[in-house]
């Protein structure tokens, strides 16, 4: 029945987020109407006459921001679905380990020093790139040697070192004699695909990619292990090194996807829990389905962010928030759903 409903549920899903991408792209200050930019594309791709004008806004300023969209909210929800099995907890987001607030600080640290600031957004990328993987580091480190990585301690090891980076977050933006400081590092907190263009996207794909490749040929083993790590062992399968492997994937993924977005809570938190009713809890469904489901939600959620308060636009995480929060108690009130189980 699992297969099954993935193959009905999966085409749909990529037709969904087609049709989602290309309506999405037309959102803006100012709205375009579908058919032109359906005739930019056609362009890029035949090389037929178009409209220099539309062209800009479309090619060079939308479609890489619903592209981005799009693959941060792939890569958070397949993040959120591995998280979950690594720890065996549904209430697990790719977050847990801290490395957003890693990702914080050393956002915060670039922003309130004005050191590299000629570099613009890529100095504010990569300063919380370092922050994030620091952050995860340091759980990897301080949960092996206490005694593993077994989920009770990556959980309370990610919890308390989230919140001593939070907390020097907090203490870089009080001593920060920039006004504006603060103001810059909440919207970034807060997530942003405003600055997306064609340069900043391959990275993410990339990774994106290498990660749910790498997750697919290991779905069997996820499966297991989400059955415990007990009966993982009893079919051969070499838990220890799973976790750690695990870890590391989900470290860099997420570390390079909160560098390009900022923080956008509840994608994969609720996602995978509506993929889970979709398609099952196997792997092999579950993150492909999770995948097209994320990109969906964030590429419809950017698109509201932008029309909502125009000219203006409000982080995207507060929108997630304000959608997930309902929509994961609403999951979680099926009398039918289970963590792992769809009966």
């Known amino acids: 029945m699992s297969r099954v409903r993935a193959s009905i549920v999966l085409p749909v899903l990529g037709v969904l987020l087609f049709c989602a991408m290309v309506i999405a792209t037309g959102f ?18 035949t090389g037929t006459r178009y409209d220099m004008g539309l062209d800009t806004i479309v090619w060079q300023l939308r479609v890489p921001r619903t592209v981005l969209a799009a693959i941060v909210g792939a890569g958070l929800a397949i993040a959120g679905a591995a998280m979950q099995t690594l720890v065996r907890n549904p209430l697990a987001d790719p977050y847990l380990l801290g490395v957003s607030s890693g990702a914080s600080t050393g956002a915060a640290a670039v922003i309130t020093s004005g050191v590299f600031a000629g570099a613009g957004l890529w100095a504010l990328s990569a300063g919380a790139l370092t922050g994030a993987l620091v952050a995860a580091a340091a759980v990897f480190v301080i949960a092996l040697a206490q005694g593993g990585l077994t989920p009770l301690r990556l959980v309370l090891t990610g919890t308390v070192l989230a919140s001593a980076f939070a907390a020097l977050s907090s203490y870089l933006i009080f001593r920060s004699s920039d006004p504006a400081a603060a103001q810059s590092v909440l ?26 490749a790498a997750l697919m040929l290991g779905a069997n083993w996820l499966d297991a292990l989400n059955m415990g790590a007990d009966t993982a062992a009893s079919v051969g399968i070499p838990v220890r090194e799973l976790r750690i492997a695990l870890f590391v994937l989900l470290a860099v993924l997420v570390g390079v996807l909160v560098a390009v977005s900022g923080c956008i809570g509840f994608v994969g938190l609720v996602v995978p829990h509506a993929a889970r009713l979709m398609v099952g809890p196997r792997h092999r469904a579950l993150l492909p389905a999770a995948a097209l489901c994320g990109a969906l939600f964030l590429v419809v959620a950017d698109a509201a962010t932008r029309v909502l308060v125009r000219p203006t636009e409000i982080p995207v995480g507060v929108l997630t928030g304000l959608i997930g929060a309902p929509a994961f108690l609403l999951l979680m009130g099926r009398r039918r759903y289970r963590f792992g189980a769809t009966a």
């Open 28 to 45: 803006g200050a100012e709205n375009i109407p579908v058919r032109d930019v359906v005739e930019v594309l056609t362009h890029r791709l």
């Open 187 to 212: 919207f970034w907190l807060l997530g942003s695909l405003s600055g997306a263009d064609w340069t900043r996207i391959l990275l993410p794909t990339s990774v994106v990619g290498v990660a749910l």
